[in-house]
């Protein structure tokens, strides 16, 4: 496994694993982060998987950067450089409703992609996603990557507020928005599932290395599973 590190703040040191976002490191990255929180344990206060690096932070007050990377570098050497290495894990299913009421930008994908409202569902619900990333908010997960026909830019203006629950799509990345908050995404639907409580173990739905396949229902289903129009 190719890597090198830089210090990135007073307690923190990013791994770095490539250049680009690619779906051949994120099995790499997930099975790093797996085994530097399962053998370093409370040495690290945080490791946060990224596109292309690992973000770790240490406490300071009871370690040093030099004896921390004495021990991460034969760990992460030791590790199989197979791209083929899959960790165990499960589609998680997540239904949509795919609807302009609660994906605005719906109809403006389909005309910018030459294709029919049902075709967009059809073909973004066709596929599992991989999670790349968390970040932005709480359990934001950057999934990837979308057909390309649907690829679409961000919003010029973003959104003051996205309701919690919808499912958008930027350039060739699609996401769900865990919390109501400002947002720049395509909005093409809302899932009625809650995708972070605070209160549950994990918190976050989704998480880094775990693959997402949406399902296509219709209004009567959403509500069904606790959906709302309004927030």
Not at 15 to 22: A, Y
Not at 104 to 132: K, N
Not at 165 to 175: E, K
Request: aromatic share 8%.
């Amino acid at each position: 496994m190719h890597w090198r590190y830089d210090i990135t703040g007073v307690d923190t040191v990013t791994l770095h694993f490539g250049e680009r976002i690619e779906l051949a490191l994120v099995n790499p990255i997930q099975q790093a982060a797996q085994a530097l929180r399962q053998q370093l344990g409370a040495r690290l206060l945080d490791v946060v998987p990224s596109y292309t690096s690992i973000m770790l932070r240490y406490n300071l007050l009871k370690d040093d950067l030099a004896s921390l990377m004495a021990d991460v570098a034969p760990l992460l050497n030791n590790l199989s450089t197979s791209t083929n290495s899959q960790l165990a894990t499960n589609i998680i299913e997540i239904p949509i409703w795919y609807d302009a009421k609660v994906g605005p930008d719906l109809p403006r994908i389909a005309e910018l992609a030459g294709i029919t409202e049902q075709q967009v569902i059809e073909l973004h619900s066709s596929q599992p996603y991989q999670v790349f990333a968390i970040g932005f908010a709480p359990g934001f997960a950057y999934l990837g990557e979308v057909p390309e026909q649907l690829a679409a830019p961000r919003l010029a203006t973003p959104r003051i507020k996205v309701p919690a629950g919808s499912l958008g799509i930027a350039d060739t990345q699609t996401a769900l928005y865990p919390l109501a908050s400002p947002g720049g995404w395509n909005l093409i639907g809302r899932t009625p599932l809650t995708l972070f409580d605070p209160k549950r173990e994990p918190a976050s739905l989704l998480n880094a290395g775990q693959q997402v396949k949406f399902r296509a229902i219709n209004f009567a289903e959403y509500q069904a599973l606790g959906g709302q129009l309004d927030d």
